[in-house]
């Protein structure tokens, strides 16, 4: 009984301490949570080592993440309870989306989620719905994006909203889909506030430089220096984490145009999507520079490649329309993933145009979700009508529908 108490003890100490920003303690608690004994009570024992290797994927300790939860999968005597199950799954979707692995983690964490329904626990959905709409949002599928949003907007009025990562992807579904002033006071409201900030910052690596990135859009400069400031204090605070660091590099980077911290940000960041998108923010910013015009197609190229084996489908096609700028021409992947065979004789392009259309967006709002321009959208869709044989978004909403 005693080993219980200090473990669930330990538990919260770990959590409180994450909640507050400091993701040193809660990894200190956490691997003292862990050291339990699995026979002074089965399930707080696993639940202490999934609380673990969660708090490691955060701070991006991958490989020791992944030893950790094969050995505690490895060491079952019998068979788990549902809820064990379910949250195994909820925690090994997060490793795999860390890693890059996308499909495999939507499947794991969808895996998850149906075991965690049938047994009545709900406490997985908001964590759960935060990884299938950044999966979605990645992979270009806006309609799965705004599913997910939609729910964890349904568990934020039940009381059980994903928080600080809920908000955050909340507000990239926004400004995906209408623009960057859409989500102003979504922006806002997580950036004044010092929990949701603090949460935030160490619980998603890409968090810092999206809204970094997003105030400078919103001429929001004192936001932005607000968000550098508390970036870089974290870093310095607890400096045995290269993801704090790269991060605050990459927001300060963004903020003062600074080459070399982007530089060092893209070279230090241990998550490989965030590393390429300071690549990309490098590039963008030695573009203005003729002389630099080879090292800019470089970076690309590199942040290209990343995206591309990440299944960062949509990141990609903006970079692929970046080089084609220089000349440079690169494929790649489909924009909107759809099962089986794509219908009418669609191109992938067609396909993910009508897919967004026939959900009511403009060709702007189209335009701005695939990366290319409103021009290019009017021309892919009268391909489409062409191919569907039909004259109108009406129509093309009605038969959209009946196929999809």
């Not at 709409?133 to 997910?148: E, N, Q, S, V, W």
């Not at 870093?235 to 530089?263: K, M, N, P, W, Y």
Request: aromatic share 6%; net charge neutral; with cysteine.
């Amino acid at each position: 009984m005693q080993g219980s108490c200090d473990t669930a003890g330990f538990l919260r100490q770990s959590a409180s301490s994450w909640f507050d920003g400091r993701l040193d303690k809660g990894l200190q608690y956490a691997e003292a949570a862990a050291a339990g004994r699995r026979q002074d009570s089965p399930e707080l024992y696993e639940l202490a080592q999934f609380w673990y290797v969660g708090l490691l994927i955060k701070a991006r300790k991958l490989e020791a993440g992944r030893r950790v939860l094969d050995a505690v999968e490895g060491s079952r005597g019998g068979v788990a309870s549902e809820r064990m199950t379910a949250v195994g799954h909820n925690v090994r979707g997060s490793l795999l989306f860390a890693t890059g692995r996308v499909d495999g983690a939507m499947t794991e964490i969808s895996t998850g989620l149906r075991i965690a329904e049938g047994c009545g626990d709900r406490s997985l959905r908001p964590p759960s719905y935060v990884v299938l709409a950044l999966g979605a949002l990645r992979r270009a599928d806006m309609r799965a994006c705004r599913h997910f949003v939609d729910k964890l907007a349904d568990e934020a009025l039940l009381g059980y909203f994903g928080q600080a990562p809920g908000a955050w992807v909340a507000a990239q579904a926004v400004e995906a889909r209408s623009g960057v002033e859409s989500a102003a006071s979504l922006i806002a409201g997580i950036v004044t506030n010092p929990v949701v900030r603090r949460q935030l910052l160490v619980s998603e690596p890409a968090a810092v430089s999206w809204l970094v990135r997003a105030c400078t859009k919103l001429g929001a400069d004192d936001l932005a220096r607000t968000l550098v400031e508390v970036s870089s204090a974290m870093a310095e605070e607890q400096l045995e984490f290269s993801v704090l660091r790269g991060s605050a590099l990459h927001a300060a980077g963004l903020l003062r145009q600074d080459a070399a911290q982007l530089r060092e940000a893209a070279d230090l960041h241990p998550d490989r999507w965030c590393g390429a998108s300071a690549r990309e923010d490098l590039a963008n910013l030695l573009a203005a520079q003729p002389d630099e015009r080879d090292r800019t197609i470089r970076l690309l190229e590199s942040a290209l490649d990343v995206y591309a084996e990440v299944g960062a489908t949509r990141d990609a096609a903006r970079v692929v329309n970046k080089l084609r700028e220089y000349g440079v021409r690169r494929r790649t992947a489909r924009a909107v993933e759809c099962e089986g065979v794509v219908p009418h004789g669609l191109t992938s392009t067609e396909f993910a145009v009508a897919e967004l259309v026939s959900q009511g967006n403009t060709n702007s709002e189209v335009g701005r979700q695939l990366f290319i321009s409103r021009h290019t959208v009017a021309f892919h869709l009268k391909k489409v009508f062409q191919k569907m044989n039909i004259t109108s978004r009406v129509e093309l909403a009605a038969a959209w529908n009946m196929t999809s």
